[in-house]
C-alpha cells in the first residue's frame, strides 16, 4: 500500500488559494487518489479523486504529474469554513489492502 | 438519500465493560468498514465487511470485533474497555462490488459515535 506524506499544517488567508501536496513515491499502476475533508468530531468527507492528470469539481482540482509520484489539492478562494483537516488517500481499486489514512494537513484559514 | 447512519451518537463506559456500537451504511452499500480516531494515532482502520463476511481487519486486538448482517447493517463490538480505548469510532460505508476494497467515489462516512472510558 502507498505510504502518503503530506504537511501536518498549513495556515491561508481568506479568499486565497490554497495548494496542498501529497507525496506518494511508490504509488502503484493500479492506484488512485482520493483525498477527504474532516471538521471536527465528524467523519472525513469525500473531496475529489484521480488518476492522472487534473480533475476538477465543484469544489476542488486535483493535479497529478505524469510520473504521480505527488499529487497537489487544490482549494480556491478558501473561507473560514474550509478550515478542516485533509487527507490524502492512495489505493487499489481491485486490491484487498489495508486502508491507511495519513496524518492529514490541518488547514487553518485566518479573517 | 439518507447518509451512513452511527448510533449511539455518545457513550460513556467503565473500564472493563464492553460496549457495542451501530452502522446503517447507505441504502445498497454492502461494504461497511470500522476507524478508530485518537489524537495521538489518527485514523486507524480497524476491520471491514462486505455481504457479511470481514475482509480485511486491522493491528488491533482481539477485543476488537465485528459483524455484518444480511442488510448490511453492521455492529463493532470492544469488550473489556481499557481506558485507551477512548476515541471517536467511525463508520464508512461504500458501493465496492466483490473484487474491489478501495472504492471510485470514495467511501462515505458516518458522523461518528465518541466513546469515552472512565
Known amino acids: 500500500l502507498a505510504k502518503t506524506t503530506q504537511p501536518i499544517s498549513m495556515d491561508s488567508y481568506e479568499g486565497q488559494e490554497v495548494n496542498i501536496t501529497c507525496s506518494h513515491n511508490?504509488?502503484?499502476?493500479?492506484?488512485?487518489i482520493t483525498w477527504y475533508q474532516q471538521f471536527p468530531s465528524q467523519g472525513p468527507r469525500f473531496i475529489i479523486q484521480?488518476?492522472?492528470t487534473k480533475v476538477t469539481n465543484e469544489v476542488a482540482s486535483l493535479f497529478i504529474p505524469a510520473d504521480r509520484k505527488s499529487s497537489t489539492l487544490s482549494l480556491p478562494r478558501v473561507s473560514l469554513s474550509d478550515t478542516a483537516v485533509y487527507y490524502c488517500?492512495?489505493?487499489?481499486?481491485?486490491?484487498?489492502?489495508?486502508?491507511?489514512f495519513g496524518t492529514g494537513t490541518k488547514l487553518q484559514v485566518i479573517p | 438519500k439518507a447518509g451512513v447512519t452511527q448510533t449511539p451518537r455518545y457513550l460513556i463506559k467503565t473500564r472493563g465493560q464492553q460496549v457495542t456500537l451501530s452502522c446503517s451504511p447507505i441504502?445498497?452499500?454492502?461494504?461497511v468498514s470500522w476507524y478508530q480516531q485518537t489524537p495521538g494515532q489518527g485514523l486507524q482502520f480497524l476491520f471491514e465487511?462486505?455481504?457479511?463476511?470481514?475482509?480485511n481487519k486491522g493491528n488491533f486486538p482481539g477485543r476488537f470485533s465485528g459483524r455484518q448482517f444480511s442488510n448490511s447493517r453492521s455492529e463493532m463490538n470492544v469488550s473489556t474497555l481499557e481506558l485507551g480505548d477512548s476515541a471517536l469510532y467511525l463508520c464508512?460505508?461504500?458501493?465496492?462490488?466483490?473484487?474491489?476494497?478501495?472504492?471510485?467515489?470514495?467511501?462515505?462516512f458516518g458522523s461518528g459515535t465518541r466513546l469515552t472510558v472512565v
Open positions: 465487511y462486505f455481504s457479511e463476511t470481514q475482509r
Open positions: 484521480g488518476y492522472k
Open positions: 441504502s445498497g452499500h454492502r461494504s
Open positions: 464508512a460505508s461504500s458501493p465496492v462490488e466483490a473484487g474491489e476494497l478501495f472504492p471510485l467515489g470514495g467511501y462515505t
Open positions: 511508490n504509488i502503484a499502476t493500479n492506484d488512485y
Open positions: 488517500l492512495v489505493g487499489d481499486t481491485g486490491g484487498y489492502q489495508k486502508v491507511t
